[in-house]
């Protein structure tokens, strides 16, 4: 089955290599572009993230994109969606189009509280059982992507 719609990944200063790896390789086989912004946990030349992507590197368009502001500054018509547990807003109450931004921060700390604030619309999560902390990160991005890749046929 081939998938037609386009979305867009975003890791915001993303930690851990192998979860990278995974993501890209996700992006890979669903046609999302990825977007590697801000400082980064590991060189790209890393052997977990090579390990993690397989042979799909030259599958995925990736991005690499100094701040967050510079990302936004380029798409400035695009919808940008932060991805957090501290949110309210659950992501299967949207209805998502093509082009969109789907922002995930970094595993250990999450996107920071001061772009939550300036963006509570449009900061949604993922349900979760109470006491839990979190979800793996390539674990998330799998399952925003594909609902609104399921949204959008």
Do not use: H
């Not at 992507?53 to 919808?79: Q, T």
């Amino acid at each position: 089955m081939m998938i037609k719609s386009k979305f867009n990944i975003v890791l915001y200063e993303p930690e851990i290599p192998q979860n990278t790896g995974n993501i890209a390789r996700l992006c890979a086989c669903t046609g999302a572009r990825l977007f590697l912004v801000g400082k980064l946990g590991f060189a790209l030349s890393d052997k977990y993230l090579k390990r993690a992507g397989l042979d799909y590197w030259n599958d995925v368009e990736i991005i690499k994109i100094d701040s967050l502001d510079d990302l936004i500054n380029n798409y400035k018509n695009a919808r940008f969606f932060y991805l957090t547990t501290k949110s309210k807003n659950v992501y299967t109450k949207y209805e998502f189009k093509n082009d969109d931004f789907f922002v995930f921060g970094p595993e250990t700390r999450g996107i920071p509280e001061s772009i939550l604030n300036k963006n509570k619309d449009t900061s949604i999560t993922i349900p979760m059982q109470d006491g839990q902390r979190s979800l793996n990160l390539s674990n998330s991005v799998a399952i925003v992507l594909y609902e609104a890749i399921r949204q959008n046929g």
